[in-house]
């Protein structure tokens, strides 16, 4: 067969659409990329060389004078990201410790009312959490829970709790009936059957519950403002704020793309080396 006879088959005919594509895939990532590529070469640009009007996008003179700036800002960088990690640690504990229990009760057993229960929970997806942050700010200063983590984590814990047992409940749905009846005809427990059918099952929603957990906890700016009110307790999107400020009440644009960069690293991470489960867990819970 010749290559003018490949080349009209259906093969052939294909080719054009592949390279239509990846030519649309490539131009996706490059739009996806850009900002962040930006970013990064902001952070390597000198104050003088940011403040440039019209602005280069390239640095002139690369300088890692930006990074030393977060790095040295007030009580360290490294103080910022160990509370940012302490908050987001405390969150992960809390939301499993919650989402995987409802969302067991919510899928294996026969409750009453369970689907107007399901659906009570998810009222708080709908909820701005923004209005509730004063009255929670009283009640948390009554309990003594301001300006800890464990206060800030059961904060980010109701912003992701809604999605957590959603997340959980449709995931453990699709696992077999038969595997959860063969493990109670053994004899196990309703625990024991959770540990040891439910749970393997559905590591890969467990974990995209642990990378959505910790992404919410990283980044939210709001709560930990507010709650956390002493210097030392900053989170690091706090911390970009007050980093921002340079000479005269100008804006140090390197600086804050410093910080976002190095604020990104750890949530690219986490995702690099569990995208896998990401993906896989996502579909499982999204697919009922």
Known sequence: MSAATLASGPRGRLQPRIYLFAALCFAIMTLMLFPLAMSLFASLKTPADASLVPPHYLPATPSIENYLKVFHYQAGLQSYLFNSLAVAALTILMCLALAVPAGYGLAAFPLPAKEAIFLLLLLGLMAPYQALLTPLYRLFTTLGLTNSYFGLAIIHTVLQLPFSVYLMRNSFEAVPKELSEAATIDGASSFQTLV???????????????LFAFITSWNEFIGALIFMNRESGFTVPVMLVGVRSGHFGAVDWGAVQAGVVISILPCFLIYLLLQKYYVSGFLSGAIK
């Open 196 to 210: 040891w059918i439910f749970l393997p099952a559905s590591l890969p929603s467990i974990i995209t519950l642990v």
